[in-house]
């Protein structure tokens, strides 16, 4: 008795073994109960012939809901796939496209692009600093330290944080198109800057132990669909959905994901963590990545293609076997007339 409630514990606490069960007993039990009532009027060969048929009828179907949306029994969701990690210069990268990415240091850095335009929404997040009336309860000393470190943030930010705020900023400057390649926001680099951040830091010979070693700079990407023009009117929208749907391959689409080392900065007890300074004098390192579309919508296919190859092929055997039946009863009606 003992070992029975341990066995069933150990059921009960196992999911997939749960799992298994609960998809075994409702299939014996659905499926069973079909087949057996088809089974009292028609015999046990028909029946199976008839419940595996539209078990398959349904797979079908079921499965043709997952094509479509992607759900289900479904494959590899797509994802970032490192095909290289650049350090220094993008000159040597093995990627020909990635040479064509200008350096970071040859290029204005966000802030002198937030000083030197007149972009609103770019200057009042960027280019302000709180005053006494903003905060009338502190102390001018804590003012002035709020002050400083609002000015570092304003100093040390990317073009990828500035592109989130002011994007035609950054068309502006032609950082929509650097030989090919588009400078991402934060937002439109979430994935990327993630799987970069991971496989920087699984590769223990670049000497960064955590996240708080570097801080990302800026992501780009290359390549991939059409993308809608600016200020697209209806007949662009209809015109590029109609070449994206009818395009069999997709363009293989690459990203870069900047990082640089920062300057380490010792943390005071009972204080928020010091602003990242990036130090001017290490290296930036380079994320090379290929955009990997998956197989999210395979295995749907194959089961919608596979249920249904056999529902033809069980549907063609029941066909067979009514002919054979009818030539058999015409034959039995002929002979005893």
């Known amino acids: 008795m003992i070992d029975l409630l341990m066995t069933l514990g150990g059921i009960s606490w196992d999911l997939e073994v749960r799992g298994i069960l609960v998809v075994a007993t409702g299939s014996i039990v659905l499926i069973g109960s079909v087949w057996l009532i088809i089974a009292t009027n028609s015999g046990a060969r028909l029946s199976t012939l008839v419940t595996l048929a539209g078990l398959m009828g349904f797979m079908t179907i079921l499965g043709i809901s997952w094509w479509m949306y992607g ?11 490192t095909i290289d990690i650049n350090v220094g210069e993008l000159n040597s990268s093995a990627l020909i496209e ?18 030197d335009s007149q972009d609103e929404i770019a ?13 009338p309860d502190l102390s001018l000393e804590e003012l002035a330290a709020l002050q400083a470190d609002r000015q570092l943030r304003n100093e040390t930010i990317t073009h990828s944080e500035l592109a989130a705020v002011s994007p035609n900023l950054i068309k502006s400057y032609g950082l929509d198109d650097l ?45 991939g669909k059409p993308e809608l023009k600016d200020n697209p009117n209806r007949w662009d929208r209809i015109s590029l959905w109609i070449r994206n749907t009818a395009r069999i391959t997709h363009p293989t689409r690459y990203a870069i994901v900047q990082i640089q080392r920062v300057i380490d900065q010792p943390s005071v007890p009972g204080l928020a963590p010091p602003r990242p300074v990036i130090d001017e004098e290490e290296p930036v ?44 009863r015409q034959e039995f009606a002929s002979s005893t007339e």
């Open 123 to 135: 200057n009042l997040e960027f280019n302000q600093l709180p005053t006494e009336n903003d905060y």
């Open 71 to 81: 759900s289900g029994w479904k494959g590899a969701d797509p994802s970032w796939q």
């Open 179 to 223: 030989n090919g390649w588009r400078l991402l926001s934060t937002s439109e680099a979430g994935d990327a800057q993630a799987q970069a951040i991971a496989d920087v830091l699984a590769h223990s010979d670049l000497g960064f132990g955590s996240s708080s070693d570097f801080k990302v700079l800026d992501s780009y990407t290359y390549g």
């Open 285 to 328: 390192v380079s994320a090379i990545m290929v955009r990997d579309l998956g197989t999210r919508r395979l295995r749907p296919a194959l089961v919608t293609i596979g249920s249904f190859i056999i529902f033809l092929a069980l549907c063609y055997w029941l066909h067979v076997r009514d002919k054979e039946l009818m030539a058999k």
């Open 98 to 115: 990635a040479r064509g990415l200008p350096d970071p240091d040859d290029l204005l850095s966000a802030y002198e692009m937030v000083i």
